[in-house]
């Protein structure tokens, strides 16, 4: 039987600042979207099976496409966003998996290229707007357990530390990026000003508002002008990657929230990874995981393959805040499945948010890291 979906159509837009809609139930067929995507792709091959894949906490759908002939592609489906983003994404995605060099130059799965170029399919059709990229099938060796010991955490700050570094060797051969954090949260702003119902009471609009305008104050207070701008994933978990017998990075997949930005955006998500409560079928997005001591001896061994400074290490509470502001508050209903939409978003206005400026102790990490 067909998957169907829900799409949502978008508002009228404000050139500089896109928004979406609240849900209109347009019914879509999964299928009919795959097959289209791939006859423009290669219509000699023909397509046996579709499977659904996705792990069905997002919007986003991955499915798996087997031929007539038994070869195996991954499709990837989404509606969460905006195609030009998608599209530039996954090129910039593509120039990175192509330019890094050993022991990365596998690391990332690959998109099918058509042209030379990645192909991305875009579905439009009355209100429904949704776009495919296809990839050859990652490899993955061994997956950490849900709950790590201290020689995984050693190995895997090691290893992210020499990834950081290897992607920081090509970030000046990349394609630029449209995306920047000062222009994801203006759009929250923009938003906050002309769909006020859509973020809850006066009250809660208000709040939203006040972190928004610290994000912009805070941003003076780290010496940012020295943070590089890197690629980065910012959604690691124990389910998107694989490592070698000796832990060391195999393979990557899932790039929904990916970004060129500063690099300790990826550590919110590498301290819940290395947690005391290990990965969670049930989860929130607390910001004590960036307390704990099993993050400190993350951070140390990182540390030492790729060095830090005391102004990244306060600035991690402003990952955070972005994170929660961008993510969660301003795209959470379109990119979560409304079950995690509403709980995450209930938690980081009872929860997150006050967390920020009260909970993170950013001078004991830099004194453990010695950069007093």
């Known amino acids: 039987m067909n998957k169907i979906l829900d799409i949502e159509p978008e508002n009228p837009i404000n050139p500089q600042f896109p928004v979406r809609a609240s849900k209109v139930h347009t019914k879509v067929d999964y299928n009919s979207i795959i097959k289209k995507a791939w006859e423009g792709y290669d219509d000699s091959k023909t397509i046996n099976e579709i499977v659904d ?16 002939d038994d070869d195996i592609v991954i499709a990837k489906l989404s509606y969460f966003g905006h195609y030009e983003h ?13 330019n890094l060099l050993y022991p990365f130059e596998n690391l990332l799965a690959k998109s099918l290229l058509k042209n030379n170029r990645v192909y991305v399919y875009r579905y439009k059709h009355g209100k429904t707007d949704a776009w495919v990229v296809f990839y050859n099938p990652t490899r993955i060796l061994e997956r950490l357990p849900r709950r790590l010991e201290d020689h995984h955490i050693v190995k895997l700050g090691q290893q992210v530390g020499k990834f950081h570094k290897a992607c920081s060797r090509v970030k000046n051969v990349l394609p630029k990026s449209s995306k920047t954090l000062r222009t994801d949260i203006a759009a929250l702003q923009y938003q906050l000003e002309v ?4 973020f809850g009471s006066a009250m809660q609009v208000d709040f939203l508002k006040y972190h928004c305008d610290l994000f912009f104050k805070n941003r003076s207070n780290y010496n940012m002008k020295s943070f590089e701008i890197i690629p980065v994933f910012i959604d690691w978990n124990i389910g998107n990657f694989s490592v070698t017998p ?19 955006l990826d550590f919110y998500f590498f301290s819940r990874v290395v ?51 961008n993510y969660v508050i301003k795209d959470g209903k379109y990119f979560f499945n409304e079950q995690y939409a509403t709980k995450l978003q209930a938690e980081a206005f009872e929860i997150y948010l006050p967390s920020v400026d009260r909970d993170f102790d950013a001078e004991r990490i830099i004194e453990e890291l010695g950069l007093g």
């Open 53 to 68: 894949i996705s792990a069905m906490v997002s919007t986003n759908h991955v499915f798996r496409i087997t031929f007539t």
């Open 86 to 98: 998608f599209k530039e994404d996954h090129r910039i995605i593509h120039s990175l998996s192509n």
């Open 195 to 198: 769909n006020e119902k859509n």
């Open 246 to 264: 000796n832990l060391e990075l195999y393979s990557r997949w899932d790039y929904d929230w990916f970004r060129m930005s500063y690099r300790v």
């Open 275 to 325: 947690s005391n409560a290990g990965d969670r079928t049930v989860f929130s997005y607390y910001i004590s995981t960036m307390n704990e001591d099993r993050f400190i001896l993350f951070l140390k061994e990182y540390h030492k393959v790729n060095p830090l400074t005391a102004g990244e290490i306060r600035y991690l509470k402003e990952a955070y805040r972005f994170f929660i502001l």
